[in-house]
């Protein structure tokens, strides 16, 4: 995959950085397409590989472990659910996207089967949560409300980030 981005190794983190991560696809700043267009041949594309997401410290190298290491970020008793109905807008991600990229993460998204210890609900809005804590005890300490930030910054930096950070 291909980046917009100049120099720095980072990128911001996108849709398609999403689905390149979960994939374990290689990504790359266009300066290299650049720079072998320059010298007129095709270049290693290496020196060109983006590291981490701009957020990200330094020493980060999520983006590129995601590549390295096959293994899901998430283990599958990592159980999910998705109350974003209508996606991620501001980053152009249906809902059916959202599910593939839970699924692809390693995850378990939630179903009437499925028996869990923790369930990590991702949301939107304040209002989603509401709406959705009429179905849960509100003293169950073992649902979290998370903005869908928990799972696309997870998959970007290839470790399952502290939840507190994303909670509502």
């Known amino acids: 995959?291909?980046?917009?981005?100049?120099?720095?190794?980072?990128?911001?983190?996108?849709?398609?950085?999403?689905?390149?991560c979960v994939r374990h696809i290689f990504i790359s700043?266009?300066?290299?397409?650049?720079?072998?267009?320059e010298q007129s041949c095709i270049l290693d594309?290496?020196?060109?590989?983006?590291?981490?997401?701009?957020?990200?410290?330094i020493n980060t190298r999520g983006i590129k472990q995601c590549r390295f290491d096959q293994l899901p970020v998430f283990p599958s008793s990592c159980i999910l659910s998705i109350e974003c109905h209508s996606g991620i807008k501001s980053l152009r991600?249906?809902?059916?996207?959202?599910?593939?990229?839970?699924?692809?993460?390693g995850a378990s998204l939630l179903n009437d089967y499925i028996e869990y210890d923790t369930l990590i609900i991702l949301c939107n809005t304040k209002k989603e949560v509401t709406d959705k804590k009429?179905?849960?005890?509100?003293k169950n300490s073992n649902v979290y409300y998370c903005k869908p930030d928990f799972l696309f910054e997870s998959i970007v930096r290839h470790e399952v980030q502290p939840i507190e950070k994303y909670l509502w």
């Not at 594309?45 to 410290?57: A, N, T, V």
């Not at 009429?134 to 509100?138: A, Q, S, T, V, W």
Request: glycine share 2%; proline share 2%; no cysteine.
């Open 93 to 105: 991600i249906t809902r059916d996207e959202l599910i593939e990229i839970i699924e692809l993460s």
């Open 134 to 138: 009429k179905f849960f005890n509100e």
């Open 29 to 37: 700043s266009i300066n290299w397409i650049i720079s072998s267009l």
């Open 1 to 20: 995959m291909i980046t917009n981005d100049y120099g720095l190794f980072t990128t911001n983190i996108t849709k398609q950085i999403i689905q390149a």
């Open 45 to 57: 594309h290496f020196p060109y590989e983006i590291l981490r997401d701009r957020k990200s410290s």
